[in-house]
């Protein structure tokens, strides 16, 4: 077995004054292979180590630059000259179009190289067999203390030197770290060479096999071979040849109540209004009345069409007959239709349709009041005022 290489000598000091003093004496002393160790960033540290500016900064700029080349350059070939596009009258480079794209492109590579630069080249990470990692003094200097590693491959690296300038430093635990042994497995032998070309052409074999016979074997083809008809393509199973099928005549969906007066031309249907005459209410009702009623009946039922020369003008809903009509009479009209007036039943819902309902009420009311009820509105208007 060979011998176990070394890396350094590490100390440990107590506080961020210790140091900093330390790293400080360590450069005087000419040391150029060492570093320091803190559980937070030390504040004068970099001065107290003599450290140059970092060149980081030069891989951030290039890459930067890069970037904002790379967009300005790439969105005028793809809109000025591969697939012109004049939009809104912008000329074919449009650059304050293009400075968003530009800056985001700048700032990403930019930030991205910064890392990957820092940790890769700067930092040599990943780095799993750093001697330092899993040893005391680097625990140490994790939790609550400082420290100092001088490398052996230093020039002027001296096993005993370095310990009496540790130990003059006041420093503690002064101990050896040794490079780790580097286990060799060869795997370029017969055995392994002959594992490695069974296991390939297994992999192969089994990819080859599933994906080009198995998926065609029945009951593996059902993701293929559906019973099944395009949307608006013709069908083959149907004499009419039509692949879209009307439901069963008599199918109800779920949660729907069918009609059950649907067809009927009864005068007088027995239904009641379900709903609350609530402000709600009204104002559901008013809203589906104007946008469903109203181009025919008016704004306030009187039968002053909009589509005049069109179709003929519907009855005054403030007639005495409408005014006589039970609920059921007007919902019946909107469900099921009457005369040229076709069923609205699939463009309101039921709650819609009785809504409207009471909003035809509060029309009617309001337009037929009696004098008591006039002078009652206007005393509880005023009451409302004085409040």
């Given at each position: 077995m060979s011998e176990r290489k070394l890396f350094g000598l590490t100390a440990l000091f107590q506080t961020p004054d210790e140091i900093i003093h330390a790293a400080a004496k360590v450069h005087e002393?000419?040391?150029?292979?060492?570093?320091?160790?803190?559980?937070?960033?030390?504040?004068?540290?970099?001065?107290?180590?003599?450290?140059?500016?970092?060149?980081?900064?030069?891989?951030?700029?290039?890459?930067?630059?890069?970037?904002?080349?790379?967009?300005?350059?790439?969105?005028?070939?793809?809109?000025?000259?591969?697939?012109?596009?004049?939009?809104?009258g912008k000329p074919f480079f449009a650059l304050p179009a293009f400075i968003p794209i530009t800056f985001e492109v700048t700032v990403l590579l930019a930030?991205?190289?910064?890392?990957?630069?820092?940790?890769?080249?700067?930092?040599?990470?990943?780095?799993?067999?750093?001697p330092l990692h899993d040893?005391?003094?680097?625990?140490?200097v994790s939790s609550d203390k400082y420290g100092v590693c001088i490398e052996a491959n230093d020039e002027l690296f001296d096993p005993e030197k370095v310990r009496n300038l540790f130990k003059e430093l006041n420093g503690q635990n002064i101990s050896e770290v040794y490079f780790p042994i580097v286990e060799t497995f060869k795997i370029f032998e017969p055995k392994y060479l002959t594992l490695l070309v069974v296991v390939a052409l297994l992999t192969s074999?089994?990819?080859?096999?599933?994906?080009?016979?198995l998926l065609y074997i029945t009951p593996f083809t059902w993701l293929m071979q559906q019973d099944r008809v395009n949307v608006q393509s013709r069908s083959t199973f149907y004499a009419d040849g039509f692949g879209m099928r009307n439901p069963v005549e008599?199918?109800?969906?779920?949660g729907f109540i069918p009609y059950e007066y649907k067809g009927l031309a009864a005068p007088v249907v027995p239904l009641s209004?379900?709903?609350?005459?609530?402000?709600?209410?009204?104002?559901?009702?008013?809203?589906?009345?104007?946008?469903?009623?109203s181009p025919c009946h008016g704004n306030y039922g009187d039968g002053d069409s909009r589509l005049r020369g069109q179709f003929p003008n519907p009855p005054s809903l403030h007639s005495e007959k409408?005014?006589?009509?039970?609920?059921?009479?007007?919902?019946?009209?909107?469900?099921?239709?009457?005369?040229?007036?076709?069923?609205?039943?699939?463009?309101?819902?039921?709650?819609?349709?009785?809504?409207?309902?009471?909003?035809?009420?509060?029309?009617?009311?309001?337009?037929?009041?009696?004098?008591?009820?006039?002078?009652?509105?206007?005393?509880?208007?005023?009451?409302n005022v004085a409040q």
């Amino acid at each position: 077995m060979s011998e176990r290489k070394l890396f350094g000598l590490t100390a440990l000091f107590q506080t961020p004054d210790e140091i900093i003093h330390a790293a400080a004496k360590v450069h005087e002393a000419g040391y150029k292979k060492y570093d320091v160790h803190t559980p937070y960033p030390v504040h004068g540290m970099d001065a107290a180590m003599k450290l140059k500016p970092s060149n980081l900064g030069f891989v951030t700029l290039i890459f930067g630059l890069f970037g904002a080349a790379f967009a300005l350059l790439f969105m005028y070939w793809a809109m000025s000259k591969d697939y012109p596009m004049i939009i809104g009258g912008k000329p074919f480079f449009a650059l304050p179009a293009f400075i968003p794209i530009t800056f985001e492109v700048t700032v990403l590579l930019a930030t991205l190289a910064t890392v990957i630069g820092m940790l890769t080249f700067y930092f040599k990470f990943p780095n799993n067999s750093q001697p330092l990692h899993d040893t005391p003094y680097m625990k140490a200097v994790s939790s609550d203390k400082y420290g100092v590693c001088i490398e052996a491959n230093d020039e002027l690296f001296d096993p005993e030197k370095v310990r009496n300038l540790f130990k003059e430093l006041n420093g503690q635990n002064i101990s050896e770290v040794y490079f780790p042994i580097v286990e060799t497995f060869k795997i370029f032998e017969p055995k392994y060479l002959t594992l490695l070309v069974v296991v390939a052409l297994l992999t192969s074999a089994t990819t080859y096999l599933t994906l080009n016979k198995l998926l065609y074997i029945t009951p593996f083809t059902w993701l293929m071979q559906q019973d099944r008809v395009n949307v608006q393509s013709r069908s083959t199973f149907y004499a009419d040849g039509f692949g879209m099928r009307n439901p069963v005549e008599g199918t109800v969906a779920r949660g729907f109540i069918p009609y059950e007066y649907k067809g009927l031309a009864a005068p007088v249907v027995p239904l009641s209004n379900p709903l609350m005459p609530s402000s709600e209410v009204l104002k559901l009702g008013k809203k589906r009345f104007l946008t469903f009623c109203s181009p025919c009946h008016g704004n306030y039922g009187d039968g002053d069409s909009r589509l005049r020369g069109q179709f003929p003008n519907p009855p005054s809903l403030h007639s005495e007959k409408v005014r006589g009509w039970q609920d059921g009479n007007i919902y019946h009209v909107i469900t099921n239709g009457q005369n040229i007036m076709p069923s609205y039943a699939s463009q309101l819902s039921r709650d819609e349709r009785w809504a409207i309902i009471h909003y035809i009420r509060a029309l009617q009311k309001a337009k037929n009041a009696s004098p008591s009820e006039i002078i009652e509105a206007k005393k509880e208007t005023s009451s409302n005022v004085a409040q």
